[in-house]
């Protein structure tokens, strides 16, 4: 044997763990993400939307732009992001269970919904609500929350103050997408 592989053999039990813990951290953070560093990193992930998608196509279409009265009245029925157009991010592993439609998405997918409200007009002249923000969910271990797929949902506006947990709104809304593990995806056919 040679000089050089004597070395090598002598090196490799000291660099192998090393490179060992290299590899699989990468993926134990995939796994298990921080809603802060999701808050701070999110426009890194795959865009699935070309385009913002219209989330009340319906008061989006109108010519004269939506009243205040409207724009309250489709927050009760929709929600908190009516009136809103919603740029959609996933992380490596939510992006390859949507392409593929597979369910349920795998421990430690993230879909992030950035949100831009639109505004009202109010006697004539255009009101632009200074509360977008950035929505989603990850996909938390078996167990995190059961009957709602084990999704933990966020919220913030300002990426230093951010809600996160099993946020009764969210809950309570994606609940009517369970067949497809609570996403909805309505925003499908606008992928890139």
Not at 55 to 75: D, Q, T, Y
Not at 145 to 152: C, R, V
């Amino acid at each position: 044997m040679n000089t050089l592989a004597r070395a090598i053999l002598l090196l490799l039990p000291f660099a192998a763990p090393s490179m060992w813990a290299q590899s699989t951290t990468p993926a134990k953070a995939e796994a298990d993400p921080s809603i802060s560093e999701i808050a701070a990193n999110f426009t890194n992930y795959t865009r699935i939307t070309k385009d913002p998608v219209y989330v009340n196509m319906e008061l989006a279409i109108l010519c004269r732009g939506a009243s205040k009265e409207e724009v309250e009245a489709a927050r009760t029925k929709f929600g908190p992001h009516a009136n809103a157009a919603i740029l959609i991010y996933m992380n490596q592993s939510a992006a390859s269970a949507f392409g593929t439609n597979a369910t349920p998405y795998p421990v430690g997918s993230v879909i992030v919904k950035q949100k831009k409200v639109l505004g009202y007009r109010e006697n004539g002249k255009w009101v632009n609500e200074v509360n977008n923000g950035v929505g989603g969910m990850v996909k938390r271990p078996s167990g995190y929350d059961p009957e709602h797929g084990d999704w933990e949902y966020f919220y913030f506006e300002d990426p230093k103050k951010i809600q996160s947990g099993r946020i009764a709104s969210c809950v309570q809304c994606h609940a009517a997408a369970k067949e497809k593990d609570h996403v909805f995806g309505t925003w499908r056919e606008t992928k890139n």
